[in-house]
């Protein structure tokens, strides 16, 4: 199929099953395109001139790189409130989505960064089964759960989920998420034992700051009690890199250096990403944290999301004794009311079956490649 076709099939899923569009609406396109290459430079225009086709009133906005979100740019704040959507290409959606924002129309935080992203399933794949599957995930692991994520490489932390998730209507962020790859987080208070920190620490959005990452060599252990990261274990330089890391960070925004507030793990299985996660952490970071070899805990910081991403590869997730995720493959798709839900959706359940393993770490083909 034309790689076109492809792309505006991923626009549209944005555009219709996210956003929920009508001709005749205004959108916004707020955009921080070729600046630093976080996005791609064409993806705001593509995007705006597929939405004028289908009758949009269309406005790209140039947004900043900022810090701190604190800095929110005034003209950026009255385009969003006056437009029946908003759609972010640029990391200052990614770091308000914790915020009340302004405005009765929507506002939507893209995660898919390039054109090559949107040609794929992972933009195209129907948005309106991911809420509903996102919705059946809560329920599985919220309820006063017995929770336990381990990994090859050693984690083995064990702690209990809140007995309510809350309103699943309501998200856990202000913004809409294009693509939905990510439960509601789960608190980490009751968390305790270990965590096998591995190829590194990266950071979570929340802030820009440099450096915004450390490389780890080997495998060093965080020993977490109650969810709090009480020391670390392992070869003295990596332990030190680590500490000094976490020690800069926590002093620049005097926050609690050794605070998990939360994680979650991926559930999108195309949820790739083009490129090696090394060559751009914080782009990594930010795109390619929803597939499921993927789980990630926000610290430092006693707050959503927290400043430093601590990443899990490969992860299993058991509840009450039964393994939702084992070695990064969403088991739970496999369940009874996962089934019925994906037999709504024709074409899904391939993409279960054959789902994106390459992410950025450059040890995997797709399935269909390998």
Request: aromatic share 10%; glycine share 8%; hydrophobic share 40%.
């Amino acid at each position: 199929m034309n790689t076109n076709v492809l792309i505006q099939a991923g626009i549209d899923n944005l555009l219709d099953n996210c956003m929920e569009v009508t001709p005749g609406e205004s959108l916004t396109i707020i955009s921080e395109q070729g600046k630093g290459g976080y996005y791609s430079e064409k993806l705001d225009e593509i995007i705006a001139a597929h939405a004028r086709k289908r009758a949009l009133d269309v406005e790209i906005v140039a947004a900043p790189v900022v810090e701190d979100a604190e800095t929110f740019p005034p003209n950026i704040k009255r385009a969003m409130e006056a437009a029946d959507h908003a759609l972010f290409l640029a990391r200052i959606g990614d770091q308000v989505r914790f915020t009340e924002l302004g405005g009765a129309g929507t506002k939507t935080m893209c995660y898919a960064l390039d054109e090559h992203a949107f040609s794929t399933p992972f933009c195209s794949a129907n948005h309106r089964f991911f809420l509903q599957f996102r919705s059946l995930i809560n329920k599985a692991l919220f309820g006063s759960k017995k929770i336990t994520i381990s990994c090859a490489s050693g984690t083995h932390l064990v702690g209990q989920s809140p007995p309510d998730p809350g309103n699943d209507a309501a998200d856990d962020v202000s913004v809409r998420r294009f693509p939905l790859t990510v439960f509601r987080p789960i608190p980490a208070s009751s968390f305790s034992g270990k965590i096998a920190l591995s190829k590194w620490l990266c950071p979570t959005g929340s802030r820009l700051y440099q450096p915004d990452y450390v490389l780890i060599d080997g495998v060093v252990m965080a020993i977490v009690e109650n969810g709090r990261v009480v020391s670390f274990e392992g070869d003295e330089r990596e332990v030190n890199k680590i500490r000094a890391h976490y020690e800069t960070v926590a002093e620049k925004y005097a926050i609690d250096r050794d605070a998990i507030h939360s994680w979650h793990a991926g559930f999108h299985p195309q949820n790739g990403y083009h490129g090696l996660a090394v060559d751009n952490l914080a782009r990594w970071g930010g795109s390619a944290f929803g597939n499921p070899r993927y789980l990630h805990l926000h610290t430092c910081g006693d707050y959503a999301p927290g400043e430093i991403c601590v990443s899990v590869f490969d992860p299993t997730i058991t509840v009450d004794g039964v393994d939702l995720w084992r070695a990064g493959h969403v088991l739970f798709a496999e369940t009874p009311e996962v089934q019925e839900l994906l037999d709504e959706y024709p074409g899904m359940q391939a993409l279960f079956e054959q789902p994106m393993m390459e992410y950025g770490l450059g040890d995997q083909l797709t399935t269909s490649e390998a």
